[in-house]
């Protein structure tokens, strides 16, 4: 099994950065894909930006140039760090942890956290 813990979300003007962060334990061995979701209002849960184990990124096309996703080669942790935000980036931050083919489960999410951004 593994947890997430997620931290960094709040509120800030439109233009403004946030820097988020997921921190998981357990069983990182087997994770395949770190990622970042979000789920705005009105809108399904969207992909907002991912990066695989040797370190491949994607992002949404409605990010790019203004969050980047990275991880910590220490700790078992990735960040998403968010530039030049818009009000359409308001919406609840939840980070993913994708496992390799063959494990028990096949995803782990956290918990969840609050972006706010007012124009």
């Known amino acids: 099994q593994v947890q997430l813990v997620e931290s960094g979300g709040g509120s800030v003007q439109a233009g403004g950065s946030l820097r988020l962060s997921c921190e998981a334990s357990?069983?990182?061995?087997?994770?395949?894909?770190m990622g970042w979701f979000r789920q705005t209002p009105g809108k399904q849960r969207e992909m907002v930006a991912s990066i695989m184990s040797l370190g491949n990124t994607n992002y949404a096309d409605s990010v790019k140039g203004r969050f980047t996703i990275s991880r910590d080669n220490i700790k078992p942790t990735w960040n998403l760090q968010m530039n030049s935000l818009k009000p359409e980036d308001t919406g609840v931050y939840y980070c993913?942890?994708?496992?390799?083919?063959?494990?028990?489960?096949?995803?782990?999410w956290g918990q969840g956290t609050q972006v706010t951004v007012s124009s």
């Open positions: 993913v942890a994708v496992m390799k083919p063959g494990s028990s489960t096949n995803d782990y």
């Open positions: 357990g069983d990182i061995s087997s994770i395949n894909l």
